[in-house]
């Protein structure tokens, strides 16, 4: 009934041309589908390194660096010399990613807390707890200070620095998670504190006062 | 008739010594290859790498890809056809250059890029590089404090093709993101073109007319979002951040339009990019394959450390 309706109003000719056209339709929007996708900008942007790890790279950089802290530089020769000489400073102790008047140390001392900020314990170099000269830093973790202060990573080694730098996201995250909660929980003033970090100086504007130390290791001594 | 022929010998052998002495004291053409004369500071890498070029003795050419990589590989089949002795070369797209490159180090030319990456570790001789992430992250740093930790805001993008594009964005958000009452409500590429910003600006407006500050990927879209701005009548609620340190965003921080930039130095890339091929075509071989040239924070506090494209010296 409905075979003889539909012939009623369509010719065998007409049907094949429309069942032509159907197809037609069919297969460009099949095209269509295929050659055309939407993805947001957020989502592009984490695929195109989706191939590096950068949490398994900065642990094997984190294990690595452990063998490289004893390089690290006193912190008040480092602060000596940022006062009186920042050309030794630079050239002895100092790491430089590729031309820049910045300069990454790595940089360790013992000292006695002086203040907890938001974002700091501030410590007093021994022998004399007077003023703090050391920030040690406990929030706003957003530097390459331990990565380019290390010297032990080559920018040249990654095809695009967009791995590169999300290396140092990884690393500051480990600082935070891992190696300053346990010391955040138990601090307070008047603590003996012995440090290793990592800082970035300006060499045309220091800003030492006090100097800024990212920390690798921190070891507390109660009062 | 044998004095003639001697003659013939002493001219014909004065001719073939002038040749070889011409050849031998010509030091070729270097192509500068730009991806696009119509933003202000391409042009000032441009003329830098070109003015560097000529000074050290080699003839310059400019070949402008217009954003293009089709345009951009038939500049790379010319150079290549001509003979050139080096390229500097500021990529249209971080992967879909590689090949122009790759073709022309086939040829036994050599290239060095400025500013845009390329992502390869070999196929250039070096890529001289602003550090876009480092000076995006103390950027992100100043957005903070200027917000007082709060509000909302935009984000207008560059070519989702370019490295350089990510790595701003990737550095200003490692900051940002971190507070949780610093709202993004809009984020859209507008191809580092300050027209097309201002198109775009003025849609993000309409939406979201009470946002309180806008970060751009470069300096031409940080003029264009102004621009949309001021048309609105919101410059005194908009802050406006932008990154380059190009001529009209240094003016306009001088003037506080504009809130800050990051300085980034295409004199010294251009002229750096010149310096090393010199070198390499004079026979050094041991280039870094990358070299990051730091960004400095521009504000209106140290606006007078500062003029368009660099440093007061």
Redesign the interface.
């Known amino acids: 009934m409905t075979a003889n309706c539909t012939a009623a109003f369509f010719s065998r000719g007409q049907m094949c041309r429309i069942a032509k056209k159907i197809a037609f339709a069919l297969i460009v929007v099949f095209v269509l589908a295929n050659s055309i996708y939407f993805q947001s900008l957020h989502d592009r942007q984490n695929q195109r390194s989706v191939d590096f790890e950068p949490a398994q790279y900065a642990a094997s950089f984190w294990e690595e660096l452990q063998g490289e802290l004893y390089r690290a530089v006193d912190a008040s020769e480092l602060l000596h010399y940022f006062a009186t000489d920042m050309k030794t400073a630079v050239e002895r102790y100092g790491r430089t990613l590729g031309l820049s008047r910045s300069h990454s140390y790595l940089v360790k001392g013992a000292g006695v807390i002086m203040d907890i900020t938001d974002d700091a314990l501030l410590i007093s170099l021994q022998p004399a707890p007077n003023a703090a000269n050391i920030a040690l830093a406990t929030a706003f973790l957003f530097g390459n200070e331990i990565r380019d202060g290390a010297g032990i990573v080559n920018v040249s080694d990654f095809p695009s620095t967009m791995e590169f730098n999300t290396i140092s996201v990884a690393i500051n995250k480990i600082v935070s998670e891992e190696i300053l909660p346990p010391v955040l929980k138990t601090v307070k003033r008047g603590d003996s504190v012995h440090f290793v970090g990592a800082t970035t100086v300006n060499e045309e504007t220091p800003d030492i006062h006090p100097l800024r130390v990212v920390p690798v290791s921190l070891e507390l001594k109660g009062e | 008739m044998q004095k003639s022929v001697l003659a013939f010998v002493y001219v014909m052998a004065a001719f073939f010594v002038g040749c070889v002495n011409t050849k031998s004291s010509d030091p070729g053409k270097i192509a500068v290859v730009i991806s696009t004369m119509n933003n202000p500071w391409f042009i000032v890498l441009g003329d830098a790498a070109k003015q560097r070029t000529e000074e050290l003795g080699y003839e310059a050419i400019i070949y402008d890809s217009q954003n293009n990589n089709a345009k951009e590989a038939d500049h790379f089949e010319n150079i290549i056809a001509a003979r050139y002795k080096a390229i500097l070369f500021n990529p249209t797209d971080?992967d879909g250059s590689i090949v122009n490159v790759e073709r022309a180090k086939k040829a036994g030319i050599p290239t060095f890029c400025m500013d845009r990456?390329l992502?390869?570790?070999d196929a250039a001789v070096t890529q001289i590089?602003s550090?876009?992430?480092?000076g995006c992250?103390a950027l992100?740093?100043y957005f903070v404090k200027k917000l007082g930790k709060k509000g909302t805001f935009a984000e207008l993008?560059g070519l989702?093709g370019d490295?350089n594009t990510?790595?701003r964005?990737?550095?200003f958000h490692?900051?940002v993101d971190?507070y949780p009452d610093l709202v993004m409500v809009a984020?859209?590429?507008a191809d580092f073109d300050r027209n097309r910003a201002m198109e775009v600006m003025d849609s993000i407006l309409q939406a979201h007319p009470a946002i309180n500050a806008v970060f751009c990927g470069n300096d031409a879209m940080a003029m264009g979002a102004y621009q949309a701005i001021v048309a609105a009548g919101k410059e005194k609620q908009i802050m406006v951040f932008g990154f380059d340190g190009a001529k009209d965003v240094i003016d306009a921080i001088r003037d506080g339009k504009i809130v800050a930039t990051g300085m980034q130095f295409p004199t010294?890339m251009a002229h750096?990019a010149a310096e090393y091929a010199d070198e390499f075509l004079k026979g050094k071989r041991d280039f870094?394959?990358?070299?990051?040239?730091?960004v400095e924070l521009v504000t209106q506090e140290n606006i007078d450390k500062y003029t368009a494209y660099g440093k007061i010296e």
Not at chain 2, 288 to 294: F, G, L, N, Q, Y
């Open positions: 971080a990456e992502n390869s570790k590089l550090d876009n992430y480092s992250v992100g740093q993008l989702v490295n990510w790595n964005s990737r550095g490692s900051v971190n984020q859209q590429s010294m750096k870094e394959r990358k070299i990051p040239i730091a």
